[in-house]
């Protein structure tokens, strides 16, 4: 399973695994608790859009196999 939302604040870090929340991105009020165990990219903070893919476990927890974080474009136009 995709599932796609920003990082919510309340992450938690305890050596390689990380546990977090995805919020919605559409205005609506909707939440993800996940868990991920491994390394996450650089541009995983609170606020980012990221993009996970794994499983529901059976109490109710995102169980993430990868994490991608998605960055807007750090072009600036001159003008």
């Known amino acids: ?4 939302g920003k990082v919510a604040p309340d992450v ?3 050596g390689l695994e990380i546990q ?9 009020d909707a939440s993800l608790p996940a868990v991920y ?3 996450v990219p650089d541009t995983f903070k609170v606020g980012n859009q990221v993009v996970i893919e794994g499983k529901y476990t059976a109490g109710g ?3 993430a196999e990868s994490i991608v974080t998605k960055c807007g474009s750090k072009y600036v136009p001159q003008g």
């Open 37 to 39: 165990y491994g390394a």
């Open 12 to 14: 938690k870090k305890s």
């Open 1 to 4: 399973v995709r599932v796609s």
């Open 61 to 63: 927890l995102f169980e």
């Open 20 to 28: 977090f929340t995805i919020i919605d991105n559409t205005g609506r």
